[in-house]
Nanobody
Protein backbone atom coordinates (compact mmCIF):
# COMPACT_ATOMS: atom_id res chain seq x y z
CA UNK A 1 0.00 0.00 0.00
CA UNK A 2 1.39 3.37 -1.02
CA UNK A 3 1.78 5.83 1.82
CA UNK A 4 3.24 9.29 2.17
CA UNK A 5 3.62 10.60 5.70
CA UNK A 6 4.60 14.18 6.42
CA UNK A 7 6.24 15.35 9.62
CA UNK A 8 7.97 18.44 10.97
CA UNK A 9 5.15 20.94 10.95
CA UNK A 10 4.38 23.24 13.84
CA UNK A 11 4.19 26.79 15.10
CA UNK A 12 7.12 29.05 14.27
CA UNK A 13 7.80 32.76 14.56
CA UNK A 14 8.24 34.91 11.45
CA UNK A 15 11.78 34.80 10.12
CA UNK A 16 12.49 31.36 11.55
CA UNK A 17 12.92 28.00 9.80
CA UNK A 18 11.28 24.60 9.67
CA UNK A 19 12.08 21.42 7.82
CA UNK A 20 9.29 19.17 6.61
CA UNK A 21 9.93 15.51 5.92
CA UNK A 22 7.93 13.11 3.79
CA UNK A 23 8.44 9.38 4.26
CA UNK A 24 7.31 7.20 1.37
CA UNK A 25 6.42 3.52 1.58
CA UNK A 26 4.82 0.99 -0.71
CA UNK A 27 6.66 2.21 -3.79
CA UNK A 28 10.21 2.97 -4.90
CA UNK A 29 10.66 6.70 -4.65
CA UNK A 30 13.66 6.63 -7.00
CA UNK A 31 11.43 6.44 -10.06
CA UNK A 32 9.09 9.31 -9.27
CA UNK A 33 9.20 13.06 -9.33
CA UNK A 34 7.82 14.26 -6.01
CA UNK A 35 6.66 17.57 -4.71
CA UNK A 36 4.96 19.69 -2.11
CA UNK A 37 1.63 21.47 -2.26
CA UNK A 38 0.09 23.71 0.36
CA UNK A 39 -3.35 24.96 1.21
CA UNK A 40 -3.80 28.08 3.27
CA UNK A 41 -7.04 28.75 5.17
CA UNK A 42 -9.75 29.85 2.77
CA UNK A 43 -7.54 29.42 -0.29
CA UNK A 44 -7.10 26.85 -3.00
CA UNK A 45 -4.30 24.33 -2.86
CA UNK A 46 -1.17 25.48 -4.69
CA UNK A 47 1.99 23.81 -5.85
CA UNK A 48 5.08 24.88 -3.92
CA UNK A 49 8.03 22.87 -5.16
CA UNK A 50 8.95 19.65 -6.94
CA UNK A 51 12.05 17.61 -7.65
CA UNK A 52 12.74 15.22 -10.50
CA UNK A 53 13.89 11.66 -10.06
CA UNK A 54 16.10 11.62 -13.15
CA UNK A 55 18.47 14.55 -12.67
CA UNK A 56 17.43 16.24 -9.45
CA UNK A 57 15.94 19.20 -11.27
CA UNK A 58 13.97 21.41 -8.89
CA UNK A 59 11.22 23.96 -9.33
CA UNK A 60 9.84 26.52 -6.89
CA UNK A 61 6.83 28.78 -7.07
CA UNK A 62 7.88 32.43 -7.09
CA UNK A 63 6.63 33.12 -3.57
CA UNK A 64 9.10 30.64 -2.02
CA UNK A 65 12.00 30.88 -4.46
CA UNK A 66 15.22 31.57 -2.56
CA UNK A 67 13.69 30.67 0.81
CA UNK A 68 12.64 27.02 0.42
CA UNK A 69 14.81 24.09 -0.64
CA UNK A 70 13.50 20.70 -1.70
CA UNK A 71 15.70 17.62 -1.52
CA UNK A 72 15.36 13.87 -1.66
CA UNK A 73 17.14 10.89 -0.15
CA UNK A 74 16.21 7.90 -2.27
CA UNK A 75 18.11 5.51 0.00
CA UNK A 76 15.78 6.50 2.82
CA UNK A 77 12.72 6.92 0.58
CA UNK A 78 12.32 10.44 1.92
CA UNK A 79 11.81 13.95 0.61
CA UNK A 80 12.44 17.14 2.53
CA UNK A 81 11.36 20.76 2.33
CA UNK A 82 13.64 23.18 4.14
CA UNK A 83 11.74 26.39 4.75
CA UNK A 84 13.69 29.49 5.77
CA UNK A 85 12.67 33.07 6.42
CA UNK A 86 9.10 32.01 7.03
CA UNK A 87 6.39 34.63 7.02
CA UNK A 88 2.70 34.52 7.98
CA UNK A 89 1.72 34.05 4.34
CA UNK A 90 3.42 30.64 4.47
CA UNK A 91 0.86 29.43 7.01
CA UNK A 92 -0.84 26.41 5.45
CA UNK A 93 -1.24 22.67 5.50
CA UNK A 94 1.64 21.26 3.47
CA UNK A 95 1.09 18.09 1.48
CA UNK A 96 3.66 15.75 0.05
CA UNK A 97 2.65 14.28 -3.31
CA UNK A 98 3.98 11.88 -5.90
CA UNK A 99 2.50 11.81 -9.38
CA UNK A 100 1.23 8.35 -10.33
CA UNK A 101 3.47 8.33 -13.37
CA UNK A 102 7.18 7.78 -13.79
CA UNK A 103 7.43 9.44 -17.21
CA UNK A 104 6.67 12.94 -16.01
CA UNK A 105 9.43 14.86 -14.31
CA UNK A 106 9.40 18.06 -12.32
CA UNK A 107 8.43 21.25 -14.15
CA UNK A 108 5.94 24.07 -13.60
CA UNK A 109 3.34 21.83 -15.28
CA UNK A 110 3.94 18.97 -12.83
CA UNK A 111 1.39 20.44 -10.42
CA UNK A 112 -1.51 20.24 -12.87
CA UNK A 113 -1.93 16.52 -13.42
CA UNK A 114 -4.93 14.67 -12.12
CA UNK A 115 -3.62 11.70 -10.17
CA UNK A 116 -1.22 11.85 -7.26
CA UNK A 117 -0.40 9.86 -4.20
CA UNK A 118 -1.05 12.21 -1.28
CA UNK A 119 0.06 12.48 2.29
CA UNK A 120 -2.38 13.64 4.94
CA UNK A 121 -0.61 16.93 5.42
CA UNK A 122 1.42 18.81 8.00
CA UNK A 123 0.23 22.10 9.46
CA UNK A 124 2.69 24.96 9.44
CA UNK A 125 1.68 28.08 11.35
CA UNK A 126 3.85 31.18 11.17
CA UNK A 127 2.89 33.64 13.85
CA UNK A 128 4.41 35.81 16.52
Amino acid sequence: QVQLVESGGGLVQPGRSLRLSCAASGFILDYYAIGWFRQAPGKEREGVSCISSSDGYTYYVDSVEGRFTISRDNAKNKVYLQMNSLNPEDTAVYYCAALKRTDVQCSPAWFYYSEYYWGKGALVTVSS
